[in-house]
């Protein structure tokens, strides 16, 4: 039986078409010999047509990645108690005002406040503070820890009262011009009662120490 050309024409170009698929698959193969994946480049395709595909980072990276686009939280920047005015953190107002200094907390729990006896003060006479001007320093100097702590907490600072004073020890009534330090311990809190240990130096020298009860206002 004759074979035709329009017979030969199509088997070689069905050679011709095998050859070329057989090269093009020779030159994809990856270097290390290992047969390609199949539909690999089909997968390629439909990823970069599709936006919502997952992206394939390590967890960790992708995490990483979101949280370095978080806004970050804003830092308060940390007060120098030394530079702190006393009439933010109580409530009295002059001539009332017996706190003139807040030296911060320390790592026992002890705070430290100052004031310097002033010839006109409100509890001055004869050129001495008098004993209820030493209690009114005391509790003052409560209620500037206690407004220090909770203008570090962000909440507003509170009235407090003298609820009680106790073993008050009286060495001396301190002259004008005295620098009065206190150091202030909280031994105990049951809800808004505290009771607080005190002790108050003149110059460096025993002045009083004692305990007060403070109660909170809510």
């Known amino acids: 039986m004759g074979v035709s050309e329009k017979t030969v024409r199509p088997a070689a170009a069905e050679v011709a078409t095998k050859e070329a698929a057989a090269e093009a698959a020779t030159n ?27 992206s394939t980072a390590a967890p960790e990276q992708t ?22 005015n006393p009439l933010e953190l109580i409530p009295q107002r002059p001539p009332m005002v017996l706190v003139d200094r807040f030296e911060g907390i320390d790592a026992e729990g002890v ?3 100052g004031y310097t006896v002033v010839p006109a003060g409100l509890f001055v006479a004869g050129g001495r503070m008098s004993e209820c001007g030493i209690i009114e320093h005391m509790a003052q100097s409560a209620a500037a820890r206690i407004g220090w702590c ?21 060495h001396d009534l301190p002259r004008t011009g005295a620098h009065l330090r206190t150091r202030l311990r909280i031994v105990q809190e049951i809800g808004p009662l505290s009771l607080a240990e005190v002790r108050t130096e003149a110059d460096g020298r025993p ?12």
């Not at 909440?155 to 020890?169: D, H, K, N």
């Not at 009083?208 to 909170?216: P, Q, R, S, V, W």
């Open 150 to 170: 909770c203008r570090a907490e962000g909440r507003p600072v509170p009235v407090g009262f003298i609820g009680a004073v106790s073993r008050l020890e009286l």
């Open 63 to 84: 995490a990483g990645a979101t949280a370095a686009k978080e806004p970050a939280a804003p830092v308060r920047p940390q007060e120098d108690p030394l530079e702190t």
């Open 207 to 218: 002045l009083a120490e004692g305990n007060l009860k403070i109660y909170l206002q809510s």
């Open 28 to 54: 994809m193969r990856p270097a290390t010999g290992t047969a390609p994946m199949p539909g690999k480049a089909a997968t390629g395709a439909a990823t970069r047509e599709c936006p919502a595909v997952e």
């Open 111 to 113: 705070s430290t406040t």
